[in-house]
């Protein structure tokens, strides 16, 4: 499969039907409620049926008989396993995302027993699905209503309070225990209702829109239910696509994905189908560029993967066991009132022992003195306090839903009037995320106003000193929008952005300058993708001539160091000495003042000549209500800071 003219891609070679695998370490699973249980490590085991079969030379082995059930038998190995075919039986395995990054796509496609061509068959699917299950998260058994309804009586204030009214029955005060015995009631009540409601709100919420993927079964590409997906299927990749388990890159055509879930790095990596170096790469999640992994966002570009883990298996399945594992914070009313019944319960305790003693020192009635010591203690409780806690959360709650957020533990309502910081994004968040070219300078200073704003180019004008600047007319701005448009992976399709906001920018602005198509005059020979690292992306290209050319793009201060030359306005090439570089920085840093992201350009006849062409200036505007948000926000006490990978120049316009 080849990429298209102006796509950088690389394509492992397809994997025939069978083969068996060879160098791996079978290990026995356990069994858990008559099932078999997912390992996060390598895993083969034979199902005999209808289909060809496999069998393993082995020190240990357990089968299990069953007349009407596929035959399931695991294996362990100390030695490498050696295979051979005999009839009805078929190997299959899972890989762990460190095992298929450290070996190429053709083993890996043996092991899994897949066609990177054909996909998996619909019968096989099925027969790896007894064994796997589906393609999701077991969150255990749902607790029944009545636990549930239980569960609101874990409370000191509400346990004490249970408390008083058993002694005010056995004290024969009945209408105190009915009294406080009807606020238990309401309060418990009132919080379960909320919290029920809210927790089927939210399961709805997530059937509305069950994930998807697209997947090779039987040969054929068709869209099915991601929890469907088994080890082995071949699932195919485009811009948009959510990843639904965890899959070893077999092609990649400028593969870009946002993995900023797991590693919290915003910016999209680069995808390869290269294996990786164990000993000099590391096993790091954003060291393995090979694989993709379940819940990460496909950003550009397109690819297909095989399926090596699925659900608990999966690195995401593993931050879904650590998240499991953790108890839910208290929030700061819950530990206050926690605080409060434990208080009033040592009081209580001490106003009987004080007034009992007291009534022995006064030669009183015992009997009578523990009647009263009671009688106070019981006063001393404020019954009505959880009640107006429990209505005033169920209150702030139904104020959460008018404006369409779901709070599925009342408690957590109080939480947001704790909020002493808040850490806000900037590009997505604050911002509209759909970047706008509005200035393009030279290296000289000289400046292009650019109109028109979003993805769209008409009505949008290219103009320097009231002079429209329609291809070449203006070399100088010319050259910067060619290089950004060349070194370039987005497209816009009736005005809407396939690819990155900032490359979408680019596009629109050759768009408007009539120079969209000298992308197409170029073939791109190999793409060097942007890193946090680096902060540059750079092609290589071969023009008209047969001449090879390089452009890059990124960070200003990146570009401008690579740079040894920059282009003058009279179509020459000069030296870039310390003073042109102070120069072009300032003029960036005046870009940056207006709340413009800068992006520097170069091209050149090697990485090691390049020339500077310009810079382009781009706008992300606001989000409407993003000020007023803020402005509130502030008045109410609460302190704001701006999270970007912008410039600080930028940021503080922002």
Request: net charge neutral; with cysteine.
């Amino acid at each position: 499969m080849n990429g298209s003219a102006g796509s950088a891609g690389s394509t492992a070679p397809a994997a025939p039907p069978v083969a068996p695998p060879v160098g791996v370490k079978p290990q026995i699973n356990a069994k858990s409620k008559g099932k078999e249980a997912p390992q996060a490590t390598a895993a083969i085991f034979r199902v005999q049926g209808n289909t060809a079969t496999a069998n393993s030379t082995t020190l240990n082995s357990s089968t299990v008989n069953h007349q009407s059930t596929p035959l399931v038998t695991t294996e362990k190995n100390s030695n490498r396993a050696s295979i051979s075919k005999p009839k009805d039986d078929i190997m299959i395995e899972t890989l762990s995302a460190e095992q298929a990054a450290t070996h190429e796509v053709v083993p890996c496609s043996h092991q899994l027993r897949t066609n990177l061509e054909e996909g998996l068959t619909t019968a096989e699917a099925t027969r790896r699905r007894q064994y796997h299950g589906y393609n999701e998260f077991d969150v255990g058994e749902e607790e029944p209503i009545y636990k549930k309804y239980l569960e609101q009586f874990q409370n000191p204030l509400i346990l004490l309070l249970l408390a008083s009214a058993i002694v005010s029955i056995i004290m024969k005060q009945y209408d105190d225990a009915i009294s406080i015995t009807v606020a238990v009631v309401i309060v418990v009540t009132v919080g379960f209702v909320q919290e029920y409601r809210s927790e089927k709100t939210l399961e709805q919420l997530t059937k509305l829109v069950p994930p998807t993927c697209h997947v090779l079964r039987d040969g054929k590409e068709s869209m099915m239910l991601a929890r469907e997906l088994v080890p082995g299927d071949i699932v195919l990749l485009n811009t948009g696509d959510r990843i639904p388990s965890d899959l070893r890159i077999a092609e990649s055509f400028s593969l870009q994905i946002d993995e900023s879930s797991l590693t919290g790095e915003t910016e999209p990596k680069h995808k390869e189908t290269k294996a990786v170096e164990v000993h000099t790469k590391g096993t790091d999640v954003e060291n393995l560029v090979c694989i993709a992994f379940m819940g990460t966002l496909v950003c550009s570009g397109r690819g297909r993967g095989i399926v090596i883990s699925t659900a608990a298996n999966s690195q995401f399945g593993e931050v879904v066991k650590m998240m499991m594992g953790e108890e839910s914070p208290k929030t700061p009313l819950q530990k206050s009132m926690d605080e409060l019944g434990k208080q009033l319960s040592f009081y209580s305790f001490g106003v009987i022992a004080v007034i009992f003693l007291i009534g022995l020192f006064q030669g009183r009635n015992i009997v009578d003195m523990f009647t009263i010591g009671v009688s106070l203690a019981v006063a001393a409780i404020p019954e009505g306090l959880p009640i107006v806690v429990a209505v005033t959360l169920a209150i702030g709650v139904m104020r959460m839903a008018k404006r369409r957020a779901v709070v599925k533990k009342m408690p957590a309502v109080e939480t947001l009037g704790c909020v002493t910081v808040i850490c806000s994004d900037k590009t997505g968040t604050l911002t509209k995320n759909e970047m706008t070219a509005q200035v393009v300078a030279t290296p000289e200073g000289k400046m292009a106003d650019v109109t028109g704003l979003g993805y769209s180019a008409v009505g949008g004008v290219v103009s320097y000193n009231g002079e429209t600047i329609q291809q070449f007319s203006h070399p100088e701005f010319a050259r910067i929008i060619e290089a950004g448009v060349v070194c370039n992976n987005a497209t816009i399709e009736a005005d809407k952005l396939i690819g990155q906001p900032t490359e979408g920018a680019i596009v629109v602005l050759a768009k408007k300058a009539q120079l969209e198509n000298v992308r197409h005059q170029y073939k791109r020979l190999r793409e060097m993708p942007f890193t946090s690292d680096t902060k540059w992306m750079g092609v290589q290209c071969s023009d008209a001539n047969e001449q090879t050319v390089y452009f890059i793009k990124g960070a200003l201060d990146r570009v401008l160091d690579q740079c040894g030359t920059y282009y003058s306005s009279d179509n020459q090439r000069k030296p870039c000495d310390q003073y042109n570089r102070q120069m072009i920085l300032e003029i960036g840093k005046e870009l940056g003042g207006r709340g413009l992201r800068v992006l520097g350009l170069a091209r050149g006849e090697s990485m090691q000549s390049l020339m500077f062409l310009g810079m382009v200036g781009m706008l992300d505007p606001p989000r409407p209500g993003a000020a007023d948000a803020i402005s509130i926000v502030k008045a109410s006490g609460v302190d704001v800071k701006l999270i970007t990978g912008d410039a600080m120049e930028t940021a503080q316009s922002i």
